[in-house]
């Protein structure tokens, strides 16, 4: 049987779960858990409660503070040139925006992500990645060939994504089928102009666009670009399609969380132009993911590294003497204990608006909290288990990454997809994605803080109703919701000249920066370049 066989046999078994009034109704009824991200340590702090004296001290001559991919990377780094005298407090949620979950059930785990779920290829530049890949047997031979050699057990297999458009699903996310021409001649524009940007270079000899974006070209004339949005730049190209303008937004609110019209425009060329990875054993801009999202990553890292996590969350990093101190603190069922860690240097490895709370004095780092801080995009992670598939319309089958044109909402992935080959899995893990870019921030934070678990299981699950209507709900067994307050930076104008980011990137003393934050926005490539510079740094 092949796989579009598979799919459409496997969609029809939703049928026999109920009947159309009586799955709108189950909306309401799926059970969930919620799980608010750093809320319990945050409002604790925000309470004004006091942390109780440390009940002990450690010791250690690197202290990693966080544990994302920017803390890991690092830790990574330490342990590659033989250093073995570091830890790590992991913060409120170890592995950060890379963490996952799993779930128990009596068909066996099945593992989902709780944030990032796929890495591109390295380009050429970005060697640190693909050092990483390598050290870790990902990438198993010529790591910095052009064209290197992939595990293939973690290249995307297809089919990898569709969208929803019209009623009818198609292949990929650009809508194509039964649009106008002269939009489907913008479309090829546009494409066609990313290629000539991703080849470009600078007055100083760099590519404009590449990974880590501390390698891209520091030319004025490009740099003009941090100056505008996305929207305002393809308005004054003269780009009109709205297929190809709703498709330039989905993908800003897919990788920043925000929208076109308010992310800058060389953010979201960089988006285009700075993937061009290459494999020997897949086709150009192929994709790296695991049923974990980057969770099994983040786990192979934290276990090649060795390095020794703490549980807890930094309250207070300060100078004392030749020592870094790290007031931590860890609470369970709303009692908190303390210890303190004190080391010769202290890797800061969390976002800026955490760091410029619990480092003292960041002000003396050039770093200004009011004005320097980025503005944060709220994220939602909804992990349906499904007992079933549910039934599928005609046209694309059931892809790995599955899109409907609308918005909030970002689609759903399906965490099985890279273990179906033939046979249909007993369950299976939908991955729905929001985005809430259609309010400001603030306004999404307070709303996701009163909303009710029915609300958020609704909100979650309104792309998979567009898809499935009454039949997708019978199918799920339960669901777990992640919320991020603060996910991601996003990358707004002007974030490219951010001061305080530039002074922190800069920092080399017994306080050092790391996060993707340093970049302005969160990807893998960004986070585990300042880890990795960081620990050079610690070790120097």
Same mark, same amino acid.
């Given at each position: 049987?092949?796989?579009?066989?598979?799919?459409?046999?496997?969609?029809?078994?939703?049928?026999?779960?109920?009947?159309?009034?009586?799955?709108?109704?189950?909306?309401?009824?799926?059970?969930?858990?919620?799980?608010?991200?750093?809320?319990?340590?945050?409002?604790?702090?925000?309470?004004?409660?006091?942390?109780?004296?440390?009940? +002990?001290?450690?010791?250690?001559?690197?202290?990693?503070? @966080?544990?994302?991919?920017?803390?890991?990377? *690092? &830790? !990574?780094? %330490? #342990?590659?040139?033989?250093?073995?005298?570091?830890?790590?407090?992991?913060?409120?949620?170890?592995?950060?925006?890379?963490?996952?979950?799993?779930?128990?059930?009596?068909?066996?785990?099945?593992?989902?992500?709780?944030?990032?779920?796929?890495?591109?290829?390295?380009?050429?530049?970005?060697?640190?990645?693909?050092?990483?890949?390598?050290?870790?047997?990902?990438?198993?031979?010529?790591?910095?060939?052009?064209?290197?050699?992939?595990?293939?057990?973690?290249?995307?297999?297809?089919?990898?994504? +569709?969208?929803?458009?019209?009623?009818?699903?198609?292949? @990929?996310?650009?809508?194509?089928?039964?649009? *106008? &021409? !002269?939009? %489907? #001649?913008?479309?090829?524009?546009?494409?066609?102009?990313?290629?000539?940007?991703?080849?470009?270079?600078?007055?100083?000899?760099?590519?404009?666009?590449?990974?880590?974006?501390?390698?891209?070209?520091?030319?004025?004339?490009?740099?003009?670009?941090?100056?505008?949005?996305?929207?305002?730049?393809?308005?004054?190209?003269?780009?009109?399609?709205?297929?190809?303008?709703?498709?330039?937004?989905?993908?800003?609110?897919?990788?920043?969380?925000?929208?076109?019209?308010?992310?800058?425009?060389?953010?979201?060329?960089?988006?285009?132009?700075?993937?061009?990875?290459?494999?020997?054993?897949?086709?150009?801009? *192929?994709?790296?993911?695991?049923?974990?999202?980057?969770?099994?990553?983040?786990?192979?890292?934290?276990?090649?590294?060795?390095?020794?996590?703490?549980?807890?969350?930094?309250?207070?990093?300060?100078?004392?003497?030749?020592?870094?101190?790290?007031?931590?603190?860890?609470?369970?069922?709303?009692?908190?204990?303390?210890?303190?860690?004190?080391?010769?240097?202290?890797?800061?490895?969390?976002?800026?608006?955490?760091?410029?709370?619990?480092?003292?004095?960041?002000?003396?780092?050039?770093?200004?909290?009011?004005?320097?801080?980025?503005?944060?995009?709220?994220?939602?992670?909804?992990?349906?288990?499904?007992?079933?598939?549910?039934?599928?319309?005609?046209?694309?089958?059931?892809?790995?990454?599955?899109?409907?044109?609308?918005?909030?909402?970002?689609?759903?992935?399906?965490?099985?997809?890279?273990?179906?080959?033939?046979?249909?899995?007993?369950?299976?893990?939908?991955?729905?994605?929001?985005?809430?870019?259609?309010?400001?921030?603030?306004?999404?934070?307070?709303?996701?803080?009163?909303?009710?678990?029915?609300?958020?299981?609704?909100?979650?699950?309104?792309?998979?109703?567009?898809?499935?209507?009454?039949?997708?709900?019978?199918?799920?067994?339960?669901?777990?919701?992640?919320?991020?307050?603060?996910?991601?930076?996003?990358?707004?104008?002007?974030?490219?000249?951010?001061?305080?980011?530039?002074?922190?990137?800069?920092?080399?003393?017994?306080?050092?920066?790391?996060?993707?934050?340093?970049?302005?926005?969160?990807?893998?490539?960004?986070?585990?370049?300042?880890?990795?510079?960081?620990?050079?740094?610690?070790?120097?």
């Amino acid at each position: 049987m092949d796989r579009r066989s598979f799919i459409r046999t496997a969609g029809a078994a939703g049928l026999a779960a109920g009947a159309g009034a009586l799955g709108f109704a189950r909306w309401q009824e799926i059970p969930s858990t919620l799980d608010y991200v750093g809320r319990a340590e945050g409002h604790y702090l925000r309470d004004r409660h006091a942390v109780p004296p440390p009940s +002990r001290i450690i010791d250690t001559d690197v202290a990693i503070l @966080g544990s994302g991919i920017a803390g890991l990377s *690092a &830790a !990574w780094k %330490l #342990a590659r040139a033989g250093h073995k005298d570091f830890l790590m407090v992991d913060g409120p949620q170890p592995d950060g925006n890379a963490a996952g979950g799993r779930f128990h059930t009596d068909a066996g785990e099945l593992a989902y992500p709780t944030g990032a779920h796929y890495l591109p290829l390295p380009s050429p530049e970005s060697t640190h990645v693909r050092e990483i890949l390598a050290d870790l047997g990902i990438i198993q031979r010529d790591p910095f060939a052009e064209q290197p050699t992939y595990d293939e057990r973690f290249i995307l297999h297809g089919p990898e994504e +569709r969208l929803l458009f019209n009623g009818a699903w198609q292949d @990929g996310f650009l809508p194509t089928d039964g649009v *106008a &021409a !002269w939009e %489907l #001649a913008e479309h090829k524009r546009f494409f066609a102009e990313v290629e000539r940007l991703r080849a470009l270079r600078g007055a100083d000899g760099r590519r404009i666009f590449v990974f880590p974006t501390a390698m891209s070209s520091e030319d004025p004339a490009w740099q003009r670009l941090d100056g505008i949005t996305l929207k305002q730049w393809l308005d004054r190209e003269g780009y009109r399609a709205p297929t190809l303008h709703w498709y330039l937004n989905y993908c800003c609110r897919d990788d920043y969380g925000t929208r076109y019209d308010k992310v800058s425009a060389w953010a979201g060329l960089h988006y285009y132009c700075s993937r061009w990875g290459k494999a020997a054993n897949a086709g150009n801009g *192929a994709w790296l993911t695991w049923p974990g999202g980057l969770a099994p990553l983040a786990r192979a890292m934290a276990t090649r590294s060795g390095v020794k996590r703490h549980a807890g969350t930094v309250v207070k990093v300060k100078r004392n003497g030749n020592k870094v101190e790290a007031l931590c603190f860890t609470l369970e069922n709303g009692v908190a204990r303390s210890y303190l860690v004190r080391a010769r240097k202290a890797i800061v490895a969390m976002p800026l608006y955490v760091a410029s709370r619990v480092v003292e004095d960041m002000a003396g780092y050039g770093f200004d909290a009011r004005r320097d801080t980025p503005a944060y995009a709220p994220w939602i992670v909804a992990n349906f288990l499904m007992k079933d598939f549910p039934r599928e319309l005609p046209h694309a089958p059931l892809s790995w990454d599955n899109v409907v044109y609308q918005e909030p909402g970002l689609g759903y992935v399906v965490s099985t997809h890279q273990d179906i080959r033939v046979a249909p899995p007993a369950k299976t893990v939908f991955s729905a994605y929001l985005a809430l870019s259609d309010r400001t921030p603030a306004d999404a934070r307070k709303w996701m803080m009163r909303a009710s678990p029915d609300e958020l299981v609704e909100a979650a699950g309104r792309d998979l109703k567009t898809a499935y209507g009454w039949t997708f709900a019978p199918c799920v067994e339960r669901v777990e919701i992640t919320l991020r307050g603060h996910a991601m930076a996003a990358p707004m104008p002007g974030f490219r000249s951010n001061a305080g980011a530039r002074a922190l990137r800069e920092a080399d003393g017994p306080i050092l920066f790391a996060h993707a934050d340093l970049s302005g926005f969160s990807v893998f490539e960004e986070a585990a370049w300042w880890g990795i510079l960081a620990a050079g740094r610690a070790l120097a």
